[in-house]
């Protein structure tokens, strides 16, 4: 693999980890982070840190963010010192961040025709364990040369990357993707505090089931930490998924696709930030209907 110069902005849960596999890949890469104490372990391991955005892009020819939301997306491309503050002409932007379809076509449209630089939207499924052990799910809107461009340094971060289409197909990809796993997790708790209730160990679900119709990667990684009250460090904070369900949700009502389902499940959602705070690990629904007698 050629030593491209990389950057990445946005080193949160699955951002830092995924840094980490880049630079014991041993490629070179420069780092920024809103809050400056999340790049410390990337420093530690050989990234250079940056003081902006704009330093990261002018440093790297692939730039990957991994943000929050739109909004972050959009300051950290246009803001002060933004990346389309610097010169941008042979540069890619790969957004591994979740934002809506749309403004993922809008805002690689601005920033192409204000500097020169190229947009990939590839976001990622797996949680933080996947970007613990580089098995992600990575799925890509784009140009085709401009995915294959960014797929050696990729799939360093993943096992997979698919190229589902132009701009804003990778988004619709991971949209179809949330609402999948947000409904399991919801259906996934139900079961598990059925079966606590009626006297059953929850935590042999996964044992029982396996090799059935019932079973699946959510059912083996999920339930486990359900029954046990593992919550720390979070597979994924509960706001997150909220936002991609409300976001699956306009997209539904836009191309007149009924979402029962996923109207369902990201209520509950809400319910679980309501409850327990928007940082709650997305789990935590095993929570909302645990027995009075039991809660904390």
């Known amino acids: ?37 999340k790049l410390e372990a990337a420093v530690k391991a050989g990234a250079r840190r940056a003081g902006s955005p704009g ?20 300051a950290v491309v246009f803001g002060p010192d933004g990346l389309a503050s610097v010169p941008g002409d042979g540069k890619l932007v790969v ?6 379809p749309d403004a993922t076509v809008e805002i690689a449209r601005r920033l192409e025709a204000q500097n020169g630089m190229r947009w990939v939207d590839a976001p990622v499924s797996g949680g933080t364990k996947g970007a613990e052990e580089g098995s992600l799910a990575i799925m890509a809107g784009g140009d085709a040369a401009d995915v294959e461009r960014a797929r050696p340094y990729i799939v360093t971060m993943a096992a997979r990357l698919t190229h589902m289409g132009p701009l804003g197909a990778g988004q619709t990809t991971k949209l179809c993707n949330q609402i999948i796993v947000g409904c399991t997790m919801t259906v996934l708790a139900e079961a598990t505090r059925l079966a ?22 959510p059912l083996q990684l999920f339930v486990p930490r359900m029954a046990a009250g593992i919550h ?40 679980l930030t309501a409850a327990r705070g928007e940082k709650a690990d997305a789990l935590e629904l095993y929570k909302l209907n645990e027995p009075s007698a039991k809660r904390s």
């Open 232 to 271: 720390d460090p979070p597979l994924g904070h509960a706001y997150t998924m909220l936002k991609d369900l409300d976001t699956a949700l306009d997209v539904a009502r836009e191309t007149g696709t009924p979402a029962p389902m996923a109207g369902l499940a990201a209520q509950i959602f809400r319910m």
């Open 95 to 100: 957004d591994f961040s979740s934002i809506r």
């Open 1 to 37: 693999m050629n030593s491209t110069p990389l950057g990445y902005v946005g080193l949160g849960l699955m951002g830092g980890p995924m840094t980490r596999r880049l630079l014991a890949a041993g490629q070179q890469v420069t780092v920024w982070n809103r809050s400056a104490e």
């Open 196 to 217: 606590s209730n009626s006297g059953i160990d929850p935590a042999r679900l996964p044992e029982a089931l396996a090799g059935g119709f019932a079973d699946s990667k």
């Open 55 to 74: 330093e990261v892009a002018e440093a790297a020819e692939i730039i990957f963010l991994n943000l929050t939301d739109t909004a972050a997306v959009e």
